[in-house]
């Protein structure tokens, strides 16, 4: 029987080969007598590609595994593997060393020695205040209060103004903390809009956006002030223009919120895998903006932290992942934006060890744009069997049809792929299919559905023809007014289908268009991806 979400399942497949090496050594160490067996039905769960309990049972028998136990078994290997997840991973996390010492000031107060924790109090406040931990900031103040409790308690002064001071200083982090929570609220709700929404195609949906951050902005009287407040807040209106396409805004306010983290050196390590997604979202509208200068500049970062030495910290070892992705992802971006098939191809040969490492560690998602990407660098090089190979390993995919934009762009494309080898009728097929796939959709699709109707009128005509050229004439013109509506630019980001039209009007290759569109003279600006 296939159990899906099987918690014990999920938490054994996350783990990574450093994890397991520890885990092994651990529920050794710490399970007397029944050592083997949770090791066993770790072993065996760990061979799994997809959660089966009937499966398992046989192997588990015979072990010596009772299996009448066994749901008391996966729930005490759970929490074995907790347990060395915890010790692991405790010096990675500077709340965890925060943590240890607010626990250590608690045992010595509990045994009545005030005198012995003052200094491990101050350390932890210190940390705290140095990383920006307001929640660890509270714990610590309520310990203060209770030392100067137990001071007054045993009829000892205290000085009235050291308490004045922590007043003051608690009514000033409930301050901060409450705009910090009304911010980071405001970035919620627009996230879980956007999930909702998915890509922005009229204003309409644009005005629930800004709704969102018109409400907050009233509630909190004012703008931020507190940093962590600030990147919430600057964050949130870096997405809205780039929702909006209003990308050149988009990247001041993301720089804003790149300087907000690199002013507070202790909080950026611990959320330095949300500083790689400013990074990438830098980079994102720099190329979209033809920023090239940029959007390189970001690269190199991200690049540059993909490749850190440091492997101790989880939270680093999760931003060197992601930096990869991004770095893979928006690097070929930019050499298909810019024309450069050569370094595109080089990246991919140079980073091949690194890009098999991270199959299953991208996410589907991105591991499906990665191929697709790479079915248009063939494409533009005009292999386009090679192309085709892709994008059938694509359209097959289960997870695609997920996104009825996403799918609906890749099968246009291999329409193109299949008109470029020459097989009209396939095209034609996959062309109609589109068609209702799009048609069946709740989003409008203007710029699919026109280009598609547009090409079924000129393919009447035999492909490459002068009268198939002629219909891709009006058929530009109506894509080119259309995407003065910033909102009906989006398939653009996937593709340039504009190019591929502009090619085959003037005999000239999609790779020769490219570069034509970025320096009219063929010649590439100084300064991209040397």
Partial sequence: MKVFNEPLFELIHSLTKAEKRFFSVYAKRHVVGEKNLYLSLFHEIEKQ???DEKKLIPGLKKK???????????????????????????????????????????ILYRKGLIGQYEKILQKAKQLAYKHQNYLKLFEVLELEKLAILSTLENHANFPMEKIKLLKEEEEKLIHIKSEVAQFEWMEIRFN??????????????????????NDTEVNAGKKPVSPLAKISYFETLAIYNSLSREFKTAIQHHLEVKS???????????????????????????????????????????????????????????AKIRALVYYTLLYLR????????????????????????????????????????????HFIETDYREANKLLNKLVNDSYLKLSVQLESIVKIFQTLVHLELGNDQLAEYLLNSTYRLINKDKEPHRFEKLFLSGLKKALKNPF???????????????????????????????????????????????????????????????????
């Fill in 49 to 51: 590609r997809e959660y």
């Fill in 64 to 106: 010596g595994i009772k299996v009448e136990y066994l749901s008391q078994s996966k729930y005490y290997l759970y929490k074995l593997l907790l347990q060395s997840l915890n010790i692991y991973h405790k010096d990675s996390f500077a709340d965890a060393e925060i943590t240890e010492l607010i626990l250590q000031v608690k």
């Fill in 192 to 213: 879980r809009l956007m999930v909702e929404h998915g890509s922005i195609r009229n204003l309409s949906q644009l005005d629930a956006y800004h709704k969102i951050i």
């Fill in 260 to 318: 907000l983290f690199q002013s507070s050196p202790f909080y950026l390590e611990d959320n330095i895998t949300s500083y790689v997604a400013v990074l990438a979202n830098i980079t994102q509208c720099a190329i979209n903006t033809g920023n090239y200068s940029l959007a390189e500049s970001q690269l190199n970062e991200l690049f540059e932290i993909s490749n850190r030495s440091d492997k101790t910290k989880a939270n680093v070892k999760e």
């Fill in 334 to 377: 930019m050499c298909i934006h810019t024309g450069q098939i050569s370094k595109a191809k080089r990246m991919l040969f140079n980073m091949r060890k690194e890009l098999t490492d991270l199959t299953g560690l991208m996410g589907k998602r991105n591991s499906m744009l990665v191929e697709f990407h790479i079915a248009q660098i």
């Fill in 464 to 530: 490459q023809s002068e009268e198939f050229k002629a219909d891709l004439i009006p058929l530009r013109k109506k894509l080119m007014e259309l995407l003065k509506n910033p909102f009906e630019q989006r398939p653009l980001d996937y593709f340039d289908f504009i190019s591929w039209i502009d090619a085959r009007l003037n005999d000239k290759t999609v790779l020769e268009t490219l570069r034509a569109k970025i320096n009219p003279g063929g010649k590439l600006p100084d300064g991209v991806l040397p």
